[in-house]
């Protein structure tokens, strides 16, 4: 028996619209739609069969594939759990010896945060925002592939350990000294460190391309501040985790070469300190937490006006508070390190952060509980999960607030109160919205409408058992149980409540057992569902269910603002209609204002993301084996995956402008400058710059913090040193001259001369560079030391990337690619190469003040 | 875009004064701030007090001088901007009070 879909289908109306009222483009005639159809699907589908699973770049396929495969993982971590609480259940415990039991509580944080959290959040985002925003893909298909065969092999690797008896054991914030080599000196900590950082580049993929998606591929003439909700929720969690995960990666670098060479960046007797650890993690650590909330934030917004059959209230208001979380956000990470001995001051600063951060929390949650009251409130699967939310969200935010507090920090530091803590804001704040939005969205998955009563039961159950589980952990943290031990003997007050934890913990299993039973009996029996079943306003439903491999056969405008153009589009009257080049089409626009700017030809399947993450995967493979010799072939192969990757980017020949509608053609992205690909190394560059950053904070922490300070003298101050930098800085800028000469000479055989130039310099820039590392102290000698060769591989890797740029710009020039309308790779080479150029320039200045006042 | 830089100048600036606070808290303790007497306190709170109040000034004009357009966009830019204020108000209000490197 299927559940009864929604009667009445009336479809509400966005309050404000959706396109700029004062903006207008004609219709396309109409055409037969199912022409239309078997056109756009042949040249947007997968490929068939085996071959089709490993090339598909298609965002409805990977991101499906994101989402799948996080709910493996967190069902593995799921089971991880159980074996914890049955652990825990008897204060003797003897399910678990102490060794597995670390390993496991690591093992679940880690697959709980990094391998379902933020993957599932990637996968929502690959497969809805073309969908909300009316687009046909997201900017950069390939790199939603590679990102998912990163996460994939990545995820892969560091369950596996756990099968070998060498997953990591150190918690999932793997603090030192105790996961240094001294400490914990086997492969454990290394596969957490390089697992981590392997599937991290999935998360670099998805947030670039989240970005430039939102700012640039939304419908024609959708300004920013008319998109979506769901569009600002994302486009707050891009930025965050563009920001937020370079100093995890470089926090993670810096542990792995101590580990491996002993450079000793957290050794306190030589110059490290234990705490750079620390505020590098939980830099990331903390706006993480915002990092995974606000999609499901998202996924709220969008759905809870719909169930309630009004309009969200407060949208000013709601895209404010976003703005706030995302920077408030990222000045409250030391409220997990209230208890390491940091001055009154400073805990104060954060902890008045900690404070603040409720507010924007508290406008949204309010704005949503007035969308409740405004409305008539259908209380169907995804209302209930929204309810499980409001009840666990707040109880968890309010925790939070205790936490804040310094006193009372201190009091509950490291004991189970925080742990309830976590999984409240976690739980609530993640994973019951996410069972709101798939519970939603699944009828636009599968196309089919859900059995009848399976998931209220599953509901239950998940409410019921989680707060039996966690509700009761806050008094076991208030009677003073610590995090993390595998057998109390001496306290029997904790068992009676850790006994009822585990009951109600296996419950709440039983509960997403039986979701996830739900889900595979919608998708193979739910009967077909209509078009549009919650009569959502939004562009996702303004397409046949399940969703088609292009999304819309034509794109949306001012003409086909909502859902209700679902024939229209489906006929042809919307933009850019079917695709008569057999090329993947989308629109790119002006980011503020939504004008189109030109047409993106996006890639077709293709191998190319599955060997390059293969390459890179041989690379981090190589060093976890301690096989360093065998690293740089990982490297060579990356790069020579890179540059089949930009080789077939390019045109040789100028395209005719394309028709999108009456009186409005547009160039193909070939033939302009501000592509998307210009917008991504913008973004890219954020995020580079946010981990250069962090490495400057790791100098200026140590130097004033460390004990081991002033270091010893060095024997950088000599002139063929000064020179030797001097001449790598010249090199960097002509090569930055260069780059510019290329692009204004892209028609006459001057520029081909000018790349060449560049590359040359590049060339001299990277052997001045290796001059200077001939010359630098041993860097296991002092942290300060560690970190100058550190600074100085930073130069090294941008200018070898830089000099590939170059190459490939000559490459153009010399391959006929470029022309007066066609400006191949130089726009990416110029940022580069300013980017080298200035950070090299200030890690130069950085190193010579050292010597000077030293 | 200028719309959206109008719109988050105020929480970069906090962000920055953020930054700049939090440094100078950490340097003046390293090379020793606290000892030397200034017409108010000391160096150390003289210096956090005149970059914090630098900031709110800053954070006062930008209230002032950012909103631009009309409607929605105008609303969210002084929202931003009053956000901004006010998180700089509050986040660095501790270096009234507080002592500073125990």
């Given at each position: 028996m299927t559940d009864p879909q929604p009667q009445g289908g009336r479809t509400i109306a966005p309050m404000d619209p959706m396109f700029d009222p004062a903006s207008d483009v004609a219709p396309n005639a109409p055409q037969r739609a199912l022409a239309l159809h078997r056109q756009l699907d042949r040249t947007w589908s997968d490929e068939p069969g085996w071959r089709g699973f490993f090339t598909s770049v298609n965002h409805g396929t990977i991101g499906l594939r994101f989402m799948a495969t996080s709910f493996v993982f967190f069902a593995i971590g799921g089971v991880l759990a159980m074996l914890i609480r049955a652990q825990l259940a008897t204060r003797d415990g003897a399910f678990l010896d102490v060794e597995l039991y670390n390993q496991i509580f690591t093992m679940h944080g880690s697959i709980m945060m990094f391998l379902f959290a933020i993957p599932m959040l990637e996968g929502l985002a690959l497969w809805l925002l073309p969908k909300i925003l009316g687009a046909r893909d997201m900017a950069f298909p390939r790199l939603?592939?590679?990102?998912?065969?990163?996460?994939?092999?990545?995820?892969?690797?560091?369950?596996?350990?756990?099968?070998?008896?060498?997953?990591?054991?150190?918690?999932?914030?793997?603090?030192?000294?105790?996961?240094?080599?001294?400490?914990?000196?086997?492969?454990?900590?290394?596969?957490?460190?390089?697992?981590?950082?392997?599937?991290?580049?999935?998360?670099?993929?998805?947030?670039?391309?989240?970005?430039?998606?939102?700012?640039?591929?939304?419908?024609?003439?959708?300004?920013?501040?008319?998109?979506?909700?769901?569009?600002?929720?994302?486009?707050?969690?891009?930025?965050?985790?563009?920001?937020?995960?370079?100093?995890?990666?470089?926090?993670?670098?810096?542990?792995?070469?101590?580990?491996?060479?002993?450079?000793?960046?957290?050794?306190?007797?030589?110059?490290?300190?234990?705490?750079?650890?620390?505020?590098?993690?939980?830099?990331?650590?903390?706006?993480?937490?915002?990092?995974?909330?606000?999609?499901?934030a998202g996924a709220l917004s969008t759905i809870i006006p719909i169930m309630s059959r009004t309009t969200i209230l407060g949208y000013g208001a709601i895209v404010a508070a976003i703005a706030g979380l995302v920077f408030l956000s990222f000045g409250l990470w030391v409220h997990h390190m209230f208890t390491v001995g940091i001055p009154h001051m400073a805990l104060a600063f954060f902890s008045a952060a900690s404070a603040l951060v409720a507010v924007p929390t508290a406008i949204q949650v309010f704005a949503w509980i007035g969308t409740l009251w405004d409305g008539k409130v259908s209380f169907r699967l995804p209302m209930l999960y929204v309810m499980g939310f409001f009840i666990t969200f707040v109880l968890g935010g309010l925790t939070g607030v205790m936490l804040a507090m310094v006193p009372f920090n201190w009091q509950a530091h490291d004991t189970a109160f925080v742990t309830a803590h976590l999984h409240y804001v976690l739980v609530g704040g993640f994973v019951f919205p996410m069972l709101a939005a798939v519970s939603y969205w699944m009828p636009l998955i599968c196309g089919r409408w859900r059995v009848r009563g399976l998931g209220e039961s599953a509901f239950w159950?998940?409410?019921?058992?989680?707060?039996?589980?966690?509700?009761?952990?806050?008094?076991?943290?208030?009677?003073?149980?610590?995090?993390?031990?595998?057998?109390?003997?001496?306290?029997?007050?904790?068992?009676?409540?850790?006994?009822?934890?585990?009951?109600?913990?296996?419950?709440?299993?039983?509960?997403?057992?039986?979701?996830?039973?739900?889900?595979?009996?919608?998708?193979?029996?739910?009967?077909?569902?209509?078009?549009?079943?919650?009569?959502?306003?939004?562009?996702?439903?303004?397409?046949?269910?399940?969703?088609?491999?292009?999304?819309?056969?034509?794109?949306?405008?001012?003409?086909?603002?909502?859902?209700?153009?679902?024939?229209?589009?489906?006929?042809?009257?919307?933009?850019?209609?079917?695709?008569?080049?057999?090329?993947?089409?989308?629109?790119?626009?002006?980011?503020?204002?939504?004008?189109?700017?030109?047409?993106?030809?996006?890639?077709?399947?293709?191998?190319?993301?599955?060997?390059?993450?293969?390459?890179?995967?041989?690379?981090?493979?190589?060093?976890?084996?301690?096989?360093?010799?065998?690293?740089?072939?990982?490297?060579?192969?990356?790069?020579?995956?890179?540059?089949?990757?930009?080789?077939?980017?390019?045109?040789?020949?100028?395209?005719?402008?394309?028709?999108?509608?009456?009186?409005?053609?547009?160039?193909?992205?070939?033939?302009?400058?501000?592509?998307?690909?210009?917008?991504?190394?913008?973004?890219?560059?954020?995020?580079?710059?946010?981990?250069?950053?962090?490495?400057?904070?790791?100098?200026?922490?140590?130097?004033?913090?460390?004990?081991?300070?002033?270091?010893?003298?060095?024997?950088?101050?000599?002139?063929?040193?000064?020179?030797?930098?001097?001449?790598?800085?010249?090199?960097?800028?002509?090569?930055?001259?260069?780059?510019?000469?290329?692009?204004?000479?892209?028609?006459?055989?001057?520029?081909?001369?000018?790349?060449?130039?560049?590359?040359?310099?590049?060339?001299?820039?990277?052997?001045?560079?290796?001059?200077?590392?001939?010359?630098?102290?041993?860097?296991?000698?002092?942290?300060?030391?560690?970190?100058?060769?550190?600074?100085?591989?930073?130069?090294?890797?941008?200018?070898?990337?830089?000099?590939?740029?170059?190459?490939?710009?000559?490459?153009?020039?010399?391959?006929?690619?470029?022309?007066?309308?066609?400006?191949?790779?130089?726009?990416?080479?110029?940022?580069?190469?300013?980017?080298?150029?200035?950070?090299?320039?200030?890690?130069?200045?950085?190193?010579?003040?050292?010597?000077?006042?030293? | 875009m200028s719309w959206l830089w109008r719109a988050l100048a105020g929480p970069i600036l906090w962000a920055a004064m953020f930054l700049l606070v939090y440094a100078l808290h950490g340097a003046g303790c390293n090379l020793g701030w606290t000892d030397r007497p200034a017409p108010i306190a000391d160096w150390h709170h003289m210096a956090m007090w005149l970059a914090w109040g630098a900031g709110l000034i800053l954070h006062l004009v930008l209230i002032r001088v950012m909103p631009a357009g009309r409607g929605r966009p105008r609303q969210l830019i002084t929202m931003g901007a009053w956000i901004g204020f006010v998180s700089t108000l509050v986040t660095l209000f501790p270096v009234i009070a507080t002592s500073t490197c125990a």
């Open positions: 939603s592939a590679l990102g998912y065969w990163c996460y994939l092999f990545g995820g892969t690797v560091i369950v596996l350990s756990l099968v070998a008896g060498v997953a990591p054991d150190g918690g999932w914030f793997m603090y030192v000294p105790l996961a240094d080599s001294t400490h914990t000196p086997g492969i454990n900590a290394d596969v957490w460190l390089l697992g981590v950082t392997f599937v991290e580049i999935s998360a670099m993929a998805a947030a670039v391309e989240i970005t430039v998606t939102i700012l640039r591929c939304r419908a024609a003439h959708m300004p920013l501040t008319r998109m979506p909700l769901m569009g600002w929720y994302l486009l707050g969690t891009a930025v965050m985790m563009l920001v937020g995960f370079p100093p995890l990666i470089l926090g993670s670098i810096l542990l792995e070469v101590q580990r491996a060479f002993d450079w000793p960046f957290f050794d306190i007797a030589r110059g490290g300190d234990p705490l750079l650890w620390q505020h590098l993690f939980w830099l990331f650590g903390h706006p993480e937490v915002y990092i995974i909330f606000l999609p499901a159950l998940i409410l019921i058992g989680f707060h039996g589980t966690f509700f009761l952990m806050h008094l076991t943290g208030l009677l003073g149980m610590p995090r993390r031990v595998a057998v109390y003997p001496n306290n029997p007050e904790w068992e009676w409540l850790n006994l009822i934890s585990s009951i109600f913990g296996m419950i709440m299993s039983a509960g997403f057992a039986l979701f996830a039973f739900d889900v595979v009996m919608q998708w193979l029996f739910g009967r077909r569902s209509w078009r549009n079943p919650w009569g959502a306003p939004t562009l996702d439903w303004a397409m046949p269910v399940p969703a088609p491999s292009y999304n819309f056969a034509s794109l949306p405008g001012p003409r086909q603002p909502d859902s209700s153009a679902l024939l229209p589009l489906a006929r042809g009257e919307g933009l850019l209609p079917g695709a008569p080049r057999d090329l993947r089409e989308t629109l790119a626009l002006d980011a503020g204002s939504g004008r189109p700017d030109h047409v993106a030809v996006l890639a077709k399947s293709t191998m190319l993301p599955l060997f390059t993450s293969a390459a890179i995967g041989s690379f981090f493979g190589a060093v976890l084996a301690g096989i360093y010799w065998l690293a740089p072939v990982g490297i060579v192969l990356t790069l020579i995956a890179g540059w089949k990757w930009g080789d077939i980017m390019g045109s040789t020949t100028d395209h005719p402008d394309v028709r999108v509608a009456p009186g409005l053609t547009l160039p193909l992205h070939w033939q302009t400058r501000n592509t998307l690909a210009r917008t991504g190394t913008v973004a890219l560059l954020l995020a580079d710059g946010t981990l250069y950053a962090s490495l400057l904070f790791g100098v200026g922490f140590l130097s004033v913090v460390a004990p081991a300070w002033p270091a010893p003298a060095s024997g950088l101050s000599t002139l063929p040193m000064a020179v030797t930098a001097a001449l790598a800085l010249a090199a960097m800028a002509v090569g930055l001259i260069a780059a510019h000469r290329a692009e204004a000479l892209r028609d006459r055989a001057a520029g081909t001369t000018w790349a060449g130039i560049g590359l040359a310099a590049c060339l001299v820039a990277l052997v001045a560079l290796a001059g200077l590392a001939l010359g630098l102290d041993d860097p296991r000698r002092h942290a300060r030391d560690a970190l100058r060769a550190v600074i100085l591989g930073f130069a090294v890797f941008h200018g070898v990337v830089t000099a590939m740029l170059a190459l490939r710009s000559l490459a153009d020039a010399r391959g006929g690619r470029t022309s007066w309308a066609r400006r191949g790779a130089a726009p990416i080479w110029q940022l580069f190469q300013s980017f080298w150029l200035g950070t090299s320039a200030v890690s130069l200045t950085l190193v010579a003040a050292q010597e000077v006042l030293s | -």
